[in-house]
């Protein structure tokens, strides 16, 4: 048993360091637009739109919209790579057909996917709040180690949802529906730009089954230094329990369509 373990992660690393391998090849054009769209969006709204908006909760615009948008990148991150990504490289690329040629299964194949978008959102959320450090965002450095585990516990249900998506759509334009009705209102009711608290009561609760929702606060609590442990146990398990619910139902999702 712990053989096989150990030969199933053996091999979903290869599939992990396979997508590394083509992502760094084109690094700078990769994390691009993932990394700048929450860097403008901050100084437009946080600068422009925060001169006219008062403080919230005794935090400048600007500081209050940089946790979020930080945490964010892991949504778009792990969304669209599992999505639009998986799509090509299944459905355009059929480099899964050529990696079931292979020791490497369907297994192997969806739990790599699922190191990967992790990883890669893990890094995204840390390399942003790096860059917010400089600024004086983030009130206590030290919390910048624990930003990647952060990054990538967003990132798996939201990387599941976007191989749920996959395993829906019947051609590539269909995304586009997905987005809108789906990936939009996670990123634009989950207590980014103005607390959630101050919302209706039907969508404060609807707002807070969305996984971004526990991420910005888990990130807000990270950033401002407000009970990070607490947040952890609250908020992170939260997220630990939407990964398993949503990278499970995925699994046997799109297991079908890597079969069939």
């Given amino acids: 048993m712990l053989e096989e373990i150990r030969e199933t992660l053996h091999l979903c690393l290869h599939l992990t360091r396979r ?3 083509v992502y760094k090849k084109d690094f700078i054009a990769n994390i691009a637009p993932t990394a700048f769209e929450p860097i403008f ?3 437009s709204l946080g600068v422009g739109l925060g001169y ?4 919230i909760d005794g935090r400048t615009y600007i500081a209050y919209i940089a946790p979020g948008l930080a945490v964010s990148t892991a949504l778009f991150t792990a969304f669209f790579e599992s999505s639009y990504g998986f799509y090509v490289r299944m459905t355009f690329e059929n480099i899964f057909k050529a990696m079931l040629t292979t020791p490497i299964g369907v297994r192997e194949v969806i739990l790599g996917e699922y190191f990967w978008v992790a990883i890669k959102g893990g890094l995204m959320f840390g390399l942003l709040s790096a860059g917010f450090a400089c600024f004086g965002l983030v009130k206590n450095p030290a919390y910048l180690l624990l930003m990647p585990i952060v990054g990538a516990l967003v990132a798996l249900p939201c990387g ?8 829906y759509v019947r051609n590539i334009n269909q995304f586009q529906t997905v987005y ?12 980014i730009f103005f607390p959630l608290k101050q919302m209706p009561p039907g969508l404060r609760q609807f707002a807070e089954f969305l996984p971004l929702s526990h991420g910005v ?3 807000q609590a990270l950033f401002w ?3 990070p442990s607490r947040a952890f146990l609250i908020h992170g398990s939260a997220l630990v329990i939407f990964s398993l619910f949503f990278c499970t139902w995925a699994y046997y999702r799109i297991r079908g369509k890597l079969q069939s």
């Fill in 225 to 227: 230094d407000e009970s």
């Fill in 19 to 21: 997508n590394w391998v």
């Fill in 217 to 219: 606060a888990l990130s």
């Fill in 41 to 43: 969006l901050m100084l």
């Fill in 180 to 191: 809108a009705f789906f990936i939009s209102p996670l990123f634009y009711f989950s207590g």
């Fill in 160 to 167: 599941a949802l976007g191989l749920l998506a996959t395993s």
């Fill in 52 to 55: 006219f908006v008062a403080e």
